[in-house]
């Protein structure tokens, strides 16, 4: 049962290289030939864990003309079909330059996520709810504004299908996003669930090997937010800074976003906290 899974030893060196592997595919701008191949990397390895990858891939409008985006998801079955998104983004911020990464931003959730979905599916592990594993399209906006036809393109589409079609199957929503830098001080934002984020602090109180959390003073705008403002719970764990220095920023959305600065400590240590936030609300 989930509530005896733990991770093994050893989770954080098998996230760092799923990140590795995934960075060698750069930059991954939304609509670009790199994340149609991010895309189906991502089908590939969802499927040597022995579950189904699934895809969702549409044009929008957007404020920069007609893109093509592709949302990637495999739903690993529960008890019920009462749904948990464990979600992340994939994509780059565009306009960077031809080498950027994106190894902390759209990279380090990704090899938590996979490494996560592998143990659960080889260990055969037993859940209440069904689990969606969901990579976005399209969270990044072009220039420095989001807006309604400007970033957040695929939480917001899975978010309307939800909302929709679904709407009583949705149970909450853990986005992470931002987790591997070597000195990690992940966050929760204001604009979340509030029991949400109460689980996670406690989570993160109660296990030492799990990584630390406080309750931002700001907002933030990131995947969880279309969940939000339609009704669902969820929550939203991300490391504002991440730079030079302790509470620098100067790394992200720069070339400086390399594999290089990633930690395998901090990717297990949010590996530990999404199963701990989990066991508490499945």
Not at 172 to 193: A, C, F, Q, Y
Request: proline content about 4%; hydrophobic content about 35%.
């Amino acid at each position: 049962p989930l509530a005896e899974f733990e991770l093994s030893e050893g989770s954080g060196e098998a996230m760092y290289k799923y990140v590795e592997r995934f960075v060698e595919i750069s930059p991954r701008d939304s609509g670009t030939l790199n994340a149609g191949k991010a895309a189906q990397w991502l089908s590939r390895e969802i499927k040597k864990c022995g579950l189904k990858p699934l895809a969702d891939s549409w044009i929008e409008q957007t404020t920069n003309g007609r893109m093509a985006f592709s949302n990637i998801f495999t739903d690993y079955p529960g008890e019920t079909e009462k749904t948990i998104i464990i979600g992340c983004h994939y994509d780059t911020k565009a306009g960077i330059g031809p080498n950027f990464q994106g190894a902390n931003d759209g990279g380090s959730t990704v090899g938590v996520m996979l490494e996560l979905m592998r143990q659960m599916a080889e260990k055969n592990v037993k859940t209440k709810h069904t689990i969606r594993f969901a990579f976005f399209d399209g969270e990044e906006c072009l220039g420095e504004s989001y807006s309604s036809h400007n970033g957040l393109h695929g939480s917001t589409r899975m978010a309307d299908y939800y909302f929709t079609q679904a709407r009583d199957i949705l149970e909450n929503v853990i986005i992470i996003d931002m987790v591997g830098d070597k000195n990690l001080v992940l966050e929760i934002p204001r604009n979340v669930t509030p029991k949400l984020a109460k689980q996670a602090m406690l989570a993160a109180m109660e296990n030492p090997d799990a990584a630390r959390v406080s309750l931002a003073s700001t907002y933030c705008i990131d995947d969880h937010w279309p969940f939000v403002e339609r009704g669902f719970p969820a929550i939203d764990l991300i490391d504002y800074t991440y730079g030079s220095t302790p509470n620098s920023r100067d790394y992200w959305h720069t070339l400086e976003d390399s594999i290089d600065k990633l930690s395998p400590i901090s990717l297990e240590k949010t590996g530990i906290l999404v199963v701990d936030i989990l066991k508490l609300i499945d």
